[in-house]
Every structure is written in C-alpha cells, then in structure tokens.
T-cell receptor, first 114, second 109 residues
Framework: DAGITQSPRHKVTETGTPVTLRCHQT?????MYWYRQDPGHGLRLIHY???????DKGEVSDGYSVSRSKTEDFLLTLESATSSQTSVYFC?????????????FGPGTRLLVL | GQNIDQPTEMTATEGAIVQINCTYQ??????LFWYQQHAGEAPTFLSY????GLEEKGRFSSFLSRSKGYSYLLLKELQMKDSASYLC??????????FGTGTRLQVFP
C-alpha cells in the first residue's frame, strides 16, 4: 500500500461543467502522475509533477490542467468536461526522489460525462 | 513513436504455464515494467527489468532482451486468481512510462 487515495471514486457530470479530481498521498513521494485508461488505448499519461508547483504535460494533456500546491496533493481539473473525457483516471506516485522508479497507482476514479 | 506491442487476449488452463510477450522500441529505453490489473481495480506492480536476463519472483518471472526490444512475463502453476490483464510498460529517457494496451488472460479450470 503506497498510501494513495483518490476522490471522488465515481462521478457523473454533464458536458461543459468543470470537474476536479484529487489525488492524495501520505508518504512524501516527489513524483505524482495522472493517467487515463480507455479500452484499446491502455494507460496514457495526462500530466505529471516532479515537485510542488512543478508540473509538465504528458501524452494527452489537451483539455486538462493540474496543480500541486502541497507535496501530498495533486489535482486534475477538466475545465469544461466533454464526453470524450469519460474514462477511468488513475493517479500514481513513484518512489521518493527519483523518476523512473516503480510507479504505484491509486484506486482510480470513474468519470462519466453525459 | 514508442509503441508497445503485446497480445490482446490469451487463455490458459489452471496449473499450466503461460508466457506473455511484449515488444518495444529500443531508442532511449531504460527499463521494462510489468503490472497486473484485475477488472475494475488499479494496476499493481509485478516486476521491473533493467538488465538482460530472467528475473524470478515466485510463480512469476520476467525476461528482458535490450538488444531485441523484447520482454516476456512467465506465469507458472496458473491459478484462477491469475485471470487479469497484464500490462507491459517501457520507461524511456524522456522520464515517461509508456504502456501497452494490456493482455487479458483468462484461466480456465
């Protein structure tokens, strides 16, 4: 157990509404990641963070923003949700201080955009 | 691109051995991860190979050939609980982990 929680675990929202997903970790890991998982695509990186206020884009960052004001929290925001953002979102952390080490995943958030 | 290729589905019988193959692009490659993911759950870490060769961890083993861009996950003495998706992921010097689409393994009695 890498001490990662995600909230909410399930959410249904309407197109055009803003949505924020939260990832919380308790073990002071430096790197945090947001992925989405869709059938036929596997896990794809949206954004990641390598420290407080240090973030960078991943493979599928359009339509998403992130913030990390504290070590323990990494927020993913959909400014105006679209149906194409219906997915399962996973947060991950990597071992303290070093990118490239094993990533451990949170339980996931299932998001349905109607 | 950095495509990761693995079979979509495999089936096997309880007690048998199954090998799940994965190929990846070698340019900028650092290491190879295998994850297990049960339906509706998060991926869980199985193995990480950096050097060529076989690494054994109980019933599961993982092999890497860096020059061939090839890895496999070997599952022995299959159990029903091994029915899951197995994700191959390659780590590159871009600090990014690239995942394959996963291999869904069904174990039958």
């Amino acid at each position: 157990d890498a001490g990662i929680t995600q909230s909410p675990r399930h959410k249904v929202t309407e197109t055009g509404t803003p949505v924020t997903l939260r990832c919380h970790q308790t073990e002071n890991h430096r790197y945090m990641y947001w992925y989405r998982q869709d059938p036929g695509h596997g896990l794809r990186l949206i954004h990641y963070s390598y420290g407080v206020k240090d973030t960078d884009k991943g493979e599928v960052s359009d339509g998403y923003s992130v913030s990390r004001s504290k070590t323990e929290d990494f927020l993913l925001t959909l400014e105006s949700a679209t149906s194409s953002q219906t997915s399962v979102y996973f947060c991950a952390i990597s071992d303290p201080g070093r990118a490239g080490e094993t990533q451990y995943f949170g339980p996931g958030t299932r998001l349905l955009v109607l | 691109g950095q495509n990761i290729d693995q079979p979509t589905e495999m089936t096997a019988t309880e007690g048998a051995i199954v090998q799940i193959n994965c190929t990846y692009q070698t340019s900028g490659f650092n290491g190879l991860f295998w994850y297990q993911q049960h339906a509706g759950e998060a991926p869980t870490f199985l193995s990480y190979n950096v050097l060529d060769g076989l690494e054994e961890k109980g019933r599961f083993s993982s092999f890497l050939s860096r020059s061939k861009g090839y890895s496999y996950l070997l599952l022995k003495e299959l159990q029903m609980k091994d029915s899951a998706s197995y994700l191959c992921a390659a780590f590159y010097n871009t600090d990014k982990l690239i995942f394959g689409t996963g291999t869904r393994l069904q174990v039958f009695p």
